[in-house]
């Protein structure tokens, strides 16, 4: 692997003095900030182990330089001449790059770091050079210092007349060494363990979470590259220690520290897509100039719909044109909150496919904990080394598509039973993971007993995090068409989607309820659901998640006639407090509810809604100050209830408006499929 010199910059470009100093600056200030930044210097740690001595040797130059300015400041000298002014300011720049680097080798990536000692030492070097010319201009004979402190500018000019950079011996070795795995890696040859272990604990990457650290550290630095060669050199790295970590210090623990997810934090709702509200990664506009999640619209499309979801308008044509500009925004912020991110388009995306190295080391991971995984004979160990599979699950689809290929998924059916609760979360959410890979859906379907087991986990899983992840992996699965069809045949998955929205907890329940609303999309599922009490448990929900419920009822309505009509009847009144109260969303989707059960439901359900005191004006507000698909469905209604007062009962069964009606697969449940 030839890594480029200048791979590894600091990551904060070279500051001008204006940035930093008002042109009002006294001298006083002027020296007091050098002591300052000086002394902030002076107090880092030298890098612990790497470029040890020169960065040693740079902050006990600092530590000088902070005693000159103390000197300069006890001397309170009246005024400087503008070649001292203008030395003092260069300073404080330098001092600046100093820190920076400093800083950036110190918590950075080690792996990374040490590829880059050699340009590193460079930098550290051409850093003292510019000290040694500074201080070389500097004017002391015209500043009228006392003799103490002109013999501390000469040493301290003595200690930046360093000739040439200096690099470690050892850290030379040991990169060398580590380009020696990777090339053994890319050529398919096992790297030797005791060289990995003996490098590994000189970096201090001697356990299995300081390596994690060290993967989040080297994905960060993905990002920090501008040029395909060195992020692809990156990514090699990620391999090889991901390799090292499960074979020297075992499989982690389910405890381990992790980043965060989605659902800890609250994201902007620019970024939100308006098909799912979850966090688009792959954000496209379509030829309405709506800007949806790729995998939405696509969803969306592919079930035959030729209008924009928000709009409701006719999409002159279904190209997709990705948002980078977009995408950008939100993977700068989903790395501040540190939170993975993984772009879906491949042109965008360094892949470990285009990565020999990677690719190989991934594999080798992957076959290391599929053969150990194999041969376990305690539950305990199994635990570990499923885990260890989850998370790199969770990792990419190169790493979803070896472990698949590698045949773990019958070894993970091993894993469903109920007898270890952790073993069996484990399990569960790796095939969750494993299923956002698309081939891997059709994997998960056809490998004997894998869907069996998910589903025997949904009904009767032993913690509610197994079940909801087990709703979570059908709600996946749906995402393919013939699989929403299978899946919606099966009562055993109708009856456990609806028990888990009835009774579960709220992260349970939301990932039962995005299932549901997935396979309502198909006309002959929503009978087996309305058999199976979905509609009361939308009752139930109304009071407290009234957005989720009038949502999956409108699905419902629309898609199970009558049958599903007549089960919603004694909702009217309900729908018509979120027409009242609810949110934007709520009430659009209410509204487009009662349409639908008025129009297919009689005069009898007209009747009904027209009880509702002062039912009249709140439709009439909302066709003055809703949405655009509120207005229109408020007018519809509207137009519905003065017909049923007039006695047009016909008019009101068999008539049809030209708006535009949501369809299952415009998911507006708040998220959507996480990663866990």
Request: charged share 25%; glycine share 6%.
């Given at each position: 692997?030839?890594?480029?010199?200048?791979?590894?910059?600091?990551?904060?470009?070279?500051?001008?003095?204006?940035?930093?100093?008002?042109?009002?600056?006294?001298?006083?200030?002027?020296?007091?900030?050098?002591?300052?930044?000086?002394?902030?210097?002076?107090?880092?740690?030298?890098?612990?182990?790497?470029?040890?001595?020169?960065?040693?040797?740079?902050?006990?130059?600092?530590?000088?330089?902070?005693?000159?300015?103390?000197?300069?400041?006890?001397?309170?000298?009246?005024?400087?001449?503008?070649?001292?002014?203008?030395?003092?300011?260069?300073?404080?720049?330098?001092?600046?790059?100093?820190?920076?680097?400093?800083?950036?080798?110190?918590?950075?990536?080690?792996?990374?770091?040490?590829?880059?000692?050699?340009?590193?030492?460079?930098?550290?070097?051409?850093?003292?050079?510019?000290?040694?010319?500074?201080?070389?201009?500097?004017?002391?004979?015209?500043?009228?210092?006392?003799?103490?402190?002109?013999?501390?500018?000469?040493?301290?000019?003595?200690?930046?007349?360093?000739?040439?950079?200096?690099?470690?011996?050892?850290?030379?070795?040991?990169?060398?060494?580590?380009?020696?795995?990777?090339?053994?890696?890319?050529?398919?040859?096992?790297?030797?363990?005791?060289?990995?272990?003996?490098?590994?604990?000189?970096?201090?990457?001697?356990?299995?979470?300081?390596?994690?650290?060290?993967?989040?550290?080297?994905?960060?630095?993905?990002?920090?590259?501008?040029?395909?060669?060195?992020?692809?050199?990156?990514?090699?790295?990620?391999?090889?220690?991901?390799?090292?970590?499960?074979?020297?210090?075992?499989?982690?623990?389910?405890?381990?520290?992790?980043?965060?997810?989605?659902?800890?934090?609250?994201?902007?709702?620019?970024f939100r897509c308006p098909i799912s509200l979850d966090l688009m990664r792959d954000p496209v506009v379509v030829a309405t100039g709506q800007t949806y999640d790729r995998a939405s619209i696509n969803l969306w499309i592919e079930s035959g719909h030729n209008t924009c979801p928000k709009t409701g308008q006719i999409m002159a044509h279904t190209h997709l044109i990705p948002n980078r500009a977009l995408k950008n925004l939100i993977g700068?912020?989903?790395?501040?909150?540190?939170?993975?991110?993984?772009?879906?388009?491949?042109?965008?995306?360094?892949?470990?496919?285009?990565?020999?190295?990677?690719?190989?080391?991934?594999?080798?991971?992957?076959?290391?904990?599929?053969?150990?995984?194999?041969?376990?004979?305690?539950?305990?160990?199994?635990?570990?080394?499923?885990?260890?599979?989850?998370?790199?699950?969770?990792?990419?689809?190169?790493?979803?598509?070896?472990?698949?290929?590698?045949?773990?998924?019958?070894?993970?059916?091993?894993?469903?039973?109920?007898?270890?609760?952790?073993?069996?979360?484990?399990?569960?959410?790796?095939?969750?993971?494993?299923?956002?890979?698309?081939?891997?859906?059709?994997?998960?379907?056809?490998?004997?007993?894998?869907?069996?087991?998910?589903?025997?986990?949904?009904?009767?899983?032993?913690?509610?995090?197994?079940?909801?992840?087990?709703?979570?992996?059908?709600?996946?699965?749906?995402?393919?068409?013939?699989?929403?069809?299978?899946?919606?045949?099966?009562?055993?998955?109708?009856?456990?989607?609806?028990?888990?929205?009835?009774?579960?907890?709220?992260?349970?329940?939301?990932?039962?309820?995005?299932?549901?609303?997935?396979?309502?999309?198909?006309?002959?599922?929503?009978?087996?659901?309305?058999?199976?009490?979905?509609?009361?448990?939308?009752?139930?929900?109304?009071?407290?998640?009234?957005?989720?419920?009038?949502?999956?009822?409108?699905?419902?309505?629309?898609?199970?006639?009558?049958?599903?009509?007549?089960?919603?009847?004694?909702?009217?009144?309900?729908?018509?407090?979120?027409?009242?109260?609810?949110?934007?969303?709520?009430?659009?989707?209410?509204?487009?509810?009662?349409?639908?059960?008025?129009?297919?439901?009689?005069?009898?359900?007209?009747?009904?809604?027209?009880?509702?005191?002062?039912?009249?004006?709140?439709?009439?507000?909302?066709?003055?100050?809703?949405?655009?698909?509120?207005?229109?469905?408020?007018?519809?209604?509207?137009?519905?209830?003065?017909?049923?007062?007039?006695?047009?009962?016909?008019?009101?069964?068999?008539?049809?408006?030209?708006?535009?009606?949501?369809?299952?697969?415009?998911?507006?449940?708040?998220?959507?499929?996480?990663?866990?």
């Open positions: 692997m030839a890594v480029s010199p200048h791979a590894f910059p600091p990551r904060k470009r070279r500051p001008s003095a204006g940035s930093f100093m008002s042109p009002n600056f006294s001298n006083h200030q002027l020296i007091q900030s050098l002591l300052l930044l000086s002394q902030e210097i002076s107090s880092l740690q030298p890098i612990r182990c790497l470029l040890r001595r020169s960065s040693a040797s740079i902050i006990r130059k600092a530590k000088l330089l902070s005693v000159l300015f103390e000197e300069l400041l006890r001397e309170q000298l009246n005024g400087f001449s503008p070649s001292a002014v203008l030395c003092f300011e260069e300073l404080y720049i330098v001092l600046q790059r100093i820190k920076t680097l400093v800083e950036d080798c110190s918590n950075g990536s080690k792996m990374w770091l040490l590829m880059q000692t050699e340009s590193l030492a460079n930098a550290f070097h051409e850093l003292t050079v510019d000290l040694s010319t500074l201080l070389d201009i500097f004017p002391a004979s015209d500043m009228n210092l006392n003799e103490d402190v002109a013999e501390l500018v000469v040493l301290i000019r003595k200690q930046c007349s360093e000739k040439k950079a200096v690099l470690d011996p050892e850290d030379d070795n040991m990169r060398s060494e580590i380009m020696k795995m990777l090339d053994r890696i890319k050529r398919v040859i096992v790297p030797d363990h005791s060289k990995l272990s003996e490098i590994f604990d000189r970096l201090r990457l001697g356990d299995s979470t300081s390596c994690r650290d060290e993967i989040e550290n080297l994905e960060d630095e993905v990002q920090n590259q501008t040029d395909e060669k060195s992020k692809s050199d990156v990514i090699a790295l990620i391999g090889l220690v991901r390799y090292a970590r499960c074979v020297l210090y075992e499989a982690s623990t389910p405890r381990e520290r992790r980043k965060r997810s989605v659902s800890d934090v609250n994201f902007p709702a620019d700068m912020w989903c790395r501040e909150q540190r939170i993975p991110f993984e772009g879906t388009e491949p042109s965008e995306k360094v892949s470990v496919f285009h990565n020999k190295t990677a690719l190989e080391a991934t594999k080798m991971t992957v076959l290391f904990l599929v053969n150990k995984l194999t041969a376990s004979q305690s539950a305990e160990t199994s635990n570990c080394l499923v885990h260890e599979l989850r998370v790199l699950a969770k990792a990419d689809s190169d790493s979803r598509a070896c472990i698949a290929e590698a045949g773990a998924l019958p070894l993970l059916v091993k894993f469903l039973g109920p007898d270890h609760p952790n073993l069996q979360v484990n399990a569960v959410t790796t095939i969750l993971n494993l299923s956002i890979l698309e081939s891997n859906k059709t994997r998960i379907m056809e490998t004997d007993g894998v869907l069996n087991g998910v589903i025997e986990v949904l009904r009767s899983g032993a913690t509610w995090e197994a079940k909801g992840n087990a709703a979570a992996t059908i709600f996946s699965l749906t995402c393919v068409h013939a699989n929403r069809k299978r899946l919606g045949r099966k009562t055993r998955v109708i009856k456990g989607l609806v028990e888990l929205a009835r009774v579960g907890p709220a992260s349970s329940k939301r990932d039962a309820l995005v299932a549901i609303l997935s396979l309502a999309g198909e006309r002959e599922t929503v009978g087996k659901f309305v058999e199976s009490g979905v509609v009361e448990v939308i009752c139930e929900l109304m009071d407290g998640q009234p957005e989720e419920a009038v949502t999956i009822l409108e699905v419902v309505v629309k898609r199970g006639g009558l049958v599903a009509v007549a089960a919603a009847y004694h909702l009217i009144r309900k729908l018509a407090a979120v027409l009242r109260e609810g949110t934007d969303r709520a009430r659009e989707s209410a509204a487009a509810t009662l349409v639908n059960i008025c129009r297919k439901g009689g005069s009898e359900t007209v009747a009904e809604l027209a009880t509702v005191t002062g039912i009249e004006r709140v439709i009439w507000e909302m066709v003055g100050l809703g949405t655009g698909r509120g207005r229109r469905k408020a007018a519809s209604l509207l137009r519905i209830l003065r017909r049923w007062a007039a006695g047009l009962d016909g008019v009101v069964m068999g008539g049809h408006s030209s708006t535009t009606h949501v369809s299952s697969t415009s998911i507006v449940l708040p998220g959507s499929l996480n990663l866990s």
